[in-house]
């Protein structure tokens, strides 16, 4: 007999009854306990698509979902980076400020130092890696708040992009292979020869994952379950990529956004040091005295998160083909933060997916997008933007509600 009873295991891990009530008496019992996951996203996302369709058609034609997915790319990638500092139930407001400066430096570098474009895009990175450490380190080292350090660095590093880009303000982009990240589209086969492997890669995964849960004797969740999830993921996919075909192909910017996201989803899920995250972001006390190195795994995700938001301002200006003095500032910083909070990681730590920076991001997205088909002011689109992130906030305090009261938050 096991003496773990329902309560006290994972509800995402308890066997549904068998037939359709098992499966409905089962999701129900999970949105009762806060297990909200995706879905509050996803049906926002869904409405907000079946309302821009109704009033425009061509939000859904092939060549406007090819350009959001474009338009997003940028932001979703800085918004990776804030799920990550989330986790930890800390925050970054100098995400935008790290995005603008990493970009300042490659640019630099690439046009007027005449540095090949690769060591410029690693220059960029480093930039944003170095930033990330040195701010982890000293909210660790110093117990100085993330949102005190962070707003200090956000004025530091836009006084630094000043300070790179000089007297003229604004520098333009020409190299072919910087420029190709955001311009370079996949033809139709490469595209689903490209399908092909992220689909195998991710069943895979999948695959393994339960096979070491079994080896060590952990709880699995059901088979329906992990069978459901993996035919919507890859019907998305396959879905996706169809509408990429019918105009320009498989954008490089978005496959790289991606398999950015996938490979985050891929180390907090499946790597020791995912799972130390978690546990930091849930209970840092708790997780110092089960051994975990904290200070080690905050300065790491810092630094992760400040060098995806290098590598979102690299996107951005790739695709504006130039850097200026108001790179990364503006709504980009709002924006990301909001798509992390909107696409489902919590507020309060511990809890959230790399995936959230794609179902976020696409929200937000989708709104400036479809407003602009409409021909919305800038005011409007401002408006509802913040109304959609204030209800996701809402649903995921009352989801921590349900948590809680079922003993599990």
Known sequence: ?????????????????PGLAGAWAGFRRRVSQGELGSLPVIIGLSAIWIIFYMANERFLSAINLTNLMLQISAMGMISAGIVLILLLGETDLSAGAVS????????????KMHVPAVPALLAGLATGAAIGAFQGTWVTRFKVPSFVVTLAGSLAWQGALFSVLGSTGSVNLYDPVITGLTSTFFSTPVSWAIVAVIIGTYVGSVFLERRRRAALGLVQAPLRNVAIRMIIICG??????????????????????????????????????????????????????????????????????????????MLAASRLLAVNQSSGSGDVLLNSIGAAVIGGTSLFGGRGSAWSAILGALVIGSIANGMDLLAFSSSVKFMVTGSVLLVAASVDAVSRRGRQAAGRA
């Open 236 to 313: 998305a996919v396959v879905t996706a990529v169809s509408i990429f075909t019918q105009d320009r192909g498989l954008p490089l910017a978005t496959l790289i956004f991606a398999g950015v996201v996938v490979a985050l989803e891929l180390l907090l899920r499946n790597t020791r040091f995912g799972r130390h995250v978690f546990a930091v972001g849930g209970n840092a006390e708790a997780a110092r005295r089960a051994g975990i190195r904290v200070e080690f795994i905050r300065i790491t995700i810092f630094a992760m998160g400040s060098t995806l938001a290098a590598a979102g301002g």
């Open 1 to 17: 007999m096991s003496s773990v009873n329902q309560s006290a295991i994972d509800p995402r891990l308890i066997q549904d009854a």
């Open 100 to 111: 603008g400066l990493a970009a300042a430096v490659m640019t630099i570098l690439n046009v």
